[in-house]
């Protein structure tokens, strides 16, 4: 998806690529911890994206997602 921004007042246009992909996971126990970063990755990769933010959410309410950079 390509996104573009238009600023009338600086008169300028910039176009943003947008990508999402919905990654699913099953775990063995109510408690367990995955590293997914590989599958990030990959996602970055088949987005074709260089630069930007990479937002990695979980989408139910028991789920977390931790970070460390």
């Not at 599958?39 to 088949?46: A, S």
């Not at 630069?51 to 460390?68: D, K, P, Q, R, W």
Request: charge should be positive; glycine fraction near 4%.
């Amino acid at each position: 998806m390509l996104l573009t921004i238009i600023n009338v007042k600086c008169n300028i246009a910039i176009t943003m690529k947008a990508y999402t992909e919905y990654l699913w996971f099953n775990t063995k126990g109510k408690t367990e911890f995955l590293n997914i970063t590989s599958q990030v990755n990959q996602c970055l990769q088949k987005s074709g994206i260089k630069e930007g933010f990479c937002l990695v959410n979980a989408m139910h309410i028991t789920a977390s997602v931790f970070t460390y950079d």
